[in-house]
């Protein structure tokens, strides 16, 4: 059960071999066993999961479900769900219970999938490492001495640890691909705009994108085909024609080209990352796609401009946390401006102080010609870097993550080498196009790693089918550490 698909959980749904409310009780189970020891878990509600689970038993019996009715889904913590405690791994937000669903929540509950609790996650998603969430570490199940990335560590170690059988993510310059990598299971950051951001709390406007998390690629389809749509309320979601992102699960690989980007496989690559990877290209190859290398320019200006500019819109963002009408506030103050400066000092941790010193910083008069408008023309940059690749190949494709997995607390005491981690993934975030990891194969510590593919705008579908069948040849997805 634990290590079944979604699609095989929705079957076994239909055909009444079991019920929902069954099924959420075991998975509750097991995260009252092993999350102690993960802590991949903030909230959990069994009240509020198990009327859900009748709910959707309920759609069942009626005729009225679709694939995902009645799984338990564990949702990341940054997505407000009417009645849960919504924290955002904040000490700001340790008290807020929010009033109202996510759209991304709404999606899963007309669904009838079940809300089987909210994962830790580094806090307001500002961290590679899920190490700053005020709600303690996360830790890595395959090494509890490692990491399991971040900032959507805690849903990715749900998922590897099989307490959920799948979870929703959030990804500003890494946070699904990197913790899916570093936890050995498949994630996807589809392209900008396709999932609504209502209710999913703010980091970087310009870049932050939902997505899910799970242990497959045709996994993932389903969540997509659920997660996607336009929603009036966020202005930054696009109205397109729905999709079937499993449609294209099946195509053969005949022909495809695969761009290697030289600057991807230069200096800075892992040895265990790299043969791992190779590895993983032949099989590719023996599917019958080409590889052909691509040069992306830029790419070295991906970190330090997304390090101005994400730091740029979290300031502002994070401007609304005063402790005037929600979350912490200081217990003693002298007037309203002490108010403002104790509630924001005592309520938000080192990290996120830091990121919202440098955002103020690029941002002051003097500095945000010299520092915001240049990154922004470079973002540019780096977007036709891309598009000039897509004229020599179909998709991308690359290292998730420069090494596995590194211990706890080896990059807490140095931001640069933390920022690091980020190193492949954040140009697609500054560019808005879609990326996704799958695990190939195991390194040093026997800690997983993962394939980087990065498509072209709304080319979800076909970015899944890459993974799915290059998945139907190989059984990483399927390897489970507990």
């Known amino acids: 059960m634990f290590n079944a698909s979604l699609k095989q959980l929705s079957d076994q749904l239909a055909g009444k071999k079991i019920s929902s409310t069954e099924l959420t009780t075991e998975f509750l189970k097991r995260i009252k066993t092993l999350n102690p020891e993960y802590n991949a878990f903030i909230t959990v509600n069994e009240d509020m999961s198990l009327a859900q689970a009748r709910a959707?038993?309920?759609?069942?019996a009626a005729g009225k479900a679709s694939p995902l009715t009645g799984i338990p889904i564990a949702q990341k913590d940054i997505f407000c769900a009417k009645g849960w405690?919504?924290?955002?791994?904040?000490?700001?937000?340790?008290?807020?219970?929010?009033?109202?669903?996510a759209g991304v929540i709404e999606r899963f509950n007309q669904a009838g999938a079940v809300n089987i609790g909210k994962t830790n996650m580094d806090e307001f998603a500002m961290g590679s490492s899920n190490e700053t969430s005020y709600y303690g570490i996360v830790k890595n199940p395959w090494d509890i001495a490692a990491v399991p990335g971040g900032s959507s560590g805690g849903a990715a170690c749900a998922v590897a640890a099989r307490l959920a059988p799948a979870a929703t993510g959030t990804d500003t310059g890494g946070s699904i691909r990197q913790p899916a990598a570093l936890c050995g299971i498949s994630g996807i950051k589809p392209t900008y705009g396709l999932v609504s951001r209502y209710g999913m709390i703010a980091f970087a406007s310009s870049l932050d994108q939902g997505g899910p998390m799970a242990k497959?690629?045709?996994d993932l389809a389903l969540l997509l085909n659920v997660m996607v749509g336009f929603d009036a309320r966020d202005s930054t979601s696009l109205q397109r024609d729905a999709e079937d992102?499993?449609?294209?699960?099946?195509?053969?690989?005949?022909?495809?080209?695969?761009?290697l980007p030289k600057e991807y496989f230069a200096e800075g690559m892992s040895g265990d990352v790299a043969r791992a990877l190779e590895t993983a290209l032949d099989e590719y190859r023996k599917l019958g796609a080409q590889t052909v290398e691509i040069s992306l320019p830029n790419a070295s200006l991906a970190i330090p401009v997304y390090y101005v500019l994400a730091p740029a819109e979290a300031s502002s963002n994070l401007s609304r946390f005063d402790g005037v009408r929600y979350g912490y506030r200081a217990p003693s103050y002298t007037d309203l401006a002490d108010m403002y400066r104790k509630s924001r000092a005592q309520g938000f941790g080192a990290e996120v102080k830091r990121r919202i010193l440098i955002g103020t910083y690029v941002l002051s008069h003097g500095y945000y010609d010299a520092y915001y408008i240049k990154a922004q023309k470079l973002r540019r940059l780096i977007a036709?870097?891309?598009a000039q690749a897509y004229q020599q190949c179909d998709i991308i494709m690359g290292p998730t993550?420069?090494?596995?997995?590194f211990n706890l607390g080896e990059k807490s005491g140095d931001p640069i080498q933390m920022y690091?981690?980020?190193?492949y993934t954040s140009a697609a975030n500054l560019t808005g196009m879609p990326a996704m990891s799958i695990p190939v194969g195991f390194g040093d510590k026997n800690r997983?790693?993962?394939l980087h593919i990065i498509g072209n705008y709304f080319k979800e579908a076909q970015m899944l089918n890459v993974a799915h069948q290059y998945q139907q040849v190989t059984g990483w997805h399927l390897q489970s550490p507990v």
Do not use: H
Not at 85 to 101: I, Q, R
Not at 245 to 259: C, E, F, V
């Open 56 to 60: 959707a038993d309920g759609m069942i």
């Open 245 to 259: 992102y499993a449609r294209d699960l099946q195509k053969p690989l005949t022909g495809l080209r695969i761009g």
């Open 401 to 405: 993550t420069p090494t596995v997995a």
């Open 384 to 386: 036709q870097d891309f």
């Open 85 to 101: 405690l919504t924290t955002c791994g904040s000490k700001m937000l340790s008290n807020f219970v929010s009033p109202y669903d």
């Open 216 to 218: 497959s690629a045709e």
């Open 420 to 423: 690091l981690s980020d190193i």
């Open 448 to 450: 997983p790693i993962g």
